[in-house]
């Protein structure tokens, strides 16, 4: 890897005589790990496991998750292990046992909503944010398969969310950087990096956090983390964070044999001491600051689905009981936990392009058609019909193929593959349509 001469001569001043290991790390493969779905996977067997976070794991090559069902079915997620530090750092300097409001606010493509959503209170509201239109479709897709029923989405700037002022119990801020973490995943980021970018990175960074403090309530939790080394990103970032707002940094107790360098205020990864890639975390505390108050009220019926939808939805939910269903004027129906109603009602005020919870289906006229967030999601009633499919058949149906079945079903059923969902089928006398999703379908040879 040809890497820049500025780059290098940062790296020297940074890391001395560990220089040679350094530029040796990222001549060398990039470890590949994954983290579980709790709530897909009761026990994983982990073997070589991430040292910061007790659902990751390491694998000792890289498979073709693409042809691997249960990765459609968000079994797991394929992360990067050092960004999976997160979870440490959500786990020291938050209560997790209560219900959070959670933003992660440069949420794309989804691998850090994933590890919040799974640590947090299941009944936390965690909002998943991204500016970039092309990424959020990624990130709905990514929050689809995880299945979580208290993960929402917007299509935000930071600055658009200026009116939830104090309301907010942790937020994460992974914010857009010079990708120098990354030059070993992807050769490609080394030719968009220079000086003049670190810089402006930085500038927008800075933007972006200037944002964000105020919609934390006092005695909330900051993350701020980047994919780089330097210590415009990263350090001085933090130490203006300190200077500027009415926070406090976190220090964390980091076990020793992690191998984590400690900055003065933050975390460095480094690849040539961790398995993992570079990764920059600090936490703060909010010392003061304005509490933003949640308007409640008896809103719920206002919402809520007629007697009669309900009765032709509650078949295919899990506890409906718990749920809020909102439809739309075309009939499409999102669910909502009863508990997240008057949060979705102030978020909704706030932002326009805000989706919350999950799109369970359309109704029309008196029919149910289920979308395949549902199938995915964990929302879904075990009691619907499945159809369990072999690896071939589950690839085929991936690319949308009408699968071959020995037992046509009547009506709906949900197909699976050892045991977890991924999407629909519907049989007509002496076939069956495919229902998945086109945009989502498999594109790859699988012969």
Known sequence: MQLPESFIKQMQIRLGDQLPEFLAALDSPAPISLHYNPLKISKPEISDGVKWYSNGVYLKERPVFT????????????????????????????????PLRVLDLAAAPGGKSTLLASLTHPESFVLCNEVIKSRYRILDYNLSKWGMPNTHISNH???????????????????????????????????????????????????????????????????????????????????????????????????????????????????????????????????????????????????????????????????????????????????????????????????????????????????????????????????????SLTLEQSLRYLKKEDPVLENIPEGWAMVTYEGLALGWLKGLKNRVNNYYPKEWRIRMKID
């Not at 691997?68 to 394929?78: E, I, K, S, T």
């Not at 003061?288 to 509650?314: H, P, Y």
Request: a neutral charge; proline letters at 5%; hydrophobic letters at 35%.
């Open 67 to 98: 042809l691997d069902p249960l990765f459609h079915a968000g079994q797991y997620y394929v992360q990067e292990a050092s960004s999976m530090f997160l979870a440490e750092a959500v786990r020291q300097t938050v209560d997790l046992s209560t």
């Open 157 to 387: 700037d930071s600055k658009d969310f200026k009116s939830l002022e104090g309301f907010f119990d942790l937020i994460l801020l992974d914010a857009p950087c010079s990708g120098e973490g990354l030059f070993r995943k992807d050769p490609g980021a080394v030719d968009h990096w220079d000086n003049e970018h670190v810089k402006f990175c930085s500038l927008r960074q800075r933007r972006i956090l200037d944002n964000t403090v105020n919609l934390l309530r006092p005695g909330g939790t900051l993350i701020y983390s980047t994919c780089t080394y330097n210590s415009p990103e990263n350090e001085n970032n933090a130490q203006w964070l300190q200077e500027t707002f009415p926070l406090e940094k976190i220090q964390l107790d980091i076990s020793p044999d992690w191998d984590i360098e400690q900055r003065a205020i933050g975390y460095q990864f480094y690849p040539h001491k961790v398995k993992g890639e570079g990764f920059y975390l600090a936490s703060f505390k909010k010392t003061s600051g304005r509490e933003g108050k949640i308007k409640t009220g008896n809103a719920a019926k206002k919402f809520d689905l007629s007697a009669r939808e309900k009765t032709i939805v509650a078949p295919w939910i899990k506890n409906p009981e718990n749920l809020i269903f909102l439809q739309n004027k075309s009939g499409q129906i999102r669910a909502l936990l009863k508990s997240h109603l008057d949060i979705h009602l102030q978020v909704a005020k706030s932002l326009s392009r805000y989706e919350p919870g999950t799109f369970i289906g359309t109704l029309k006229r008196d029919n149910f058609i289920p979308s395949p967030q549902l199938a995915l999601s964990l929302l879904v009633s075990d009691e619907i019909s499945q159809i």
